[in-house]
């Protein structure tokens, strides 16, 4: 089936990250016009420009909690192109040290919340402001299953994707469709989330190929398997064809192989005496 991207303008934050490059590795096969954000990682968003080089996208190093920063990206970008037809927020960061909060410190906080959350904000604010004008646009915001279960010892990560996933995909739902309305021959104006649940990435690499620990985050799924950095990103064009996706907004997508929650205790942790 035709997804009808050929020749749309993708926005695409974080893609120098394991979900991110899938993502614009996917929109590249669709034939889309790429416009790939990085931050810190130099070295492997110039090996996805070489990969990409027949796509010819264009490369943007901005920090994106940066209200300057962000702005400079999508003017490079109508520079460029015209116009955005979609956004893929993708771009945040995550405290690898387990932090319970008590003893977390509140800068922790507020970068996590900053990097996460403001940065989302940003790259949304600056994209509907296009949208306004174009009269046409979708995006599709990456959170995570911590928006949805909680993920102790990370609960600054879990508030800010829980602002994505629910509190800004589902208002922006409808200001979107206001700024872009649907029309007889246009769906209108669109936005969808995708929570990713544990997927091998370079990030989590070194955890999660550990046969113990993928036993223990793949015992909480009804299909007991990593995520591949493919599966978003599949999920990413879906959402993002006005063809397939026509009817489709305000929506979050879990996909996390059924996951429904994760394990409190280890059973060598519980006192069966008191049970």
């Keep these: 089936m035709d997804s009808n991207l050929r020749g749309q303008v993708v926005v695409v934050t974080g893609a120098s990250g394991g979900i991110g490059s899938a993502i614009a590795r996917m929109f590249a096969a669709e034939g889309a016009r790429l416009v790939l954000q990085y931050h810190r990682g130099r070295s492997r968003i110039g090996e996805l420009q070489n990969e990409l080089c027949a796509a010819d996208p264009l490369i ?4 994106l909690t940066s209200e300057n920063e962000t702005s ?41 919340l900053e990097c996460v959350l403001t940065s989302t904000f940003l790259s949304v604010r600056e994209f509907l402001r296009l ?11 990456i959170a995570s299953t911590a928006a949805v279960f909680g993920e102790a010892c990370h609960a600054d990560y879990a508030a800010a994707k829980a602002g994505i996933a629910y509190g800004l995909t589902r208002s922006l739902k409808n200001e979107l469709a206001r700024l872009a309305p649907h029309t007889q021959n246009y769906c209108g104006g669109r936005i969808n989330c995708i929570c990713p649940g544990w997927t091998l990435v370079p990030r989590t690499a070194a955890k999660l190929l550990n ?5 223990k985050v793949t015992a909480t799924m009804a299909v007991p398997q990593l995520g591949r950095p493919d ?16 009817h489709i907004t305000g929506q979050t997508l879990v996909i996390a192989g059924g996951m429904e929650g994760r394990w409190l205790w280890q059973s060598n942790e519980i006192d069966p005496s008191i049970v």
Excluded: C, Y
Excluded at 80 to 91: H, K, Q, S
Excluded at 131 to 141: I, P, Y
Excluded at 231 to 246: P, W
């Design 231 to 246: 599966d978003m990103a599949h999920a990413a064009v879906f959402l993002a064809s006005d063809t397939l996706a026509r």
């Design 131 to 141: 949208v306004a004008r174009q009269k046409r646009g979708n995006a599709v915001l």
């Design 60 to 63: 943007v190093r901005a920090d």
């Design 72 to 112: 400079r990206l999508f003017g490079q970008s109508v520079k460029r192109f015209g116009r955005v037809d979609t956004l893929i927020a993708n771009a945040g960061s995550w405290e690898s040290r387990d932090v319970p909060l008590n003893e977390m410190p509140l800068r922790q906080w507020q970068r996590t």
């Design 211 to 215: 046969p113990a620990a993928a036993r």
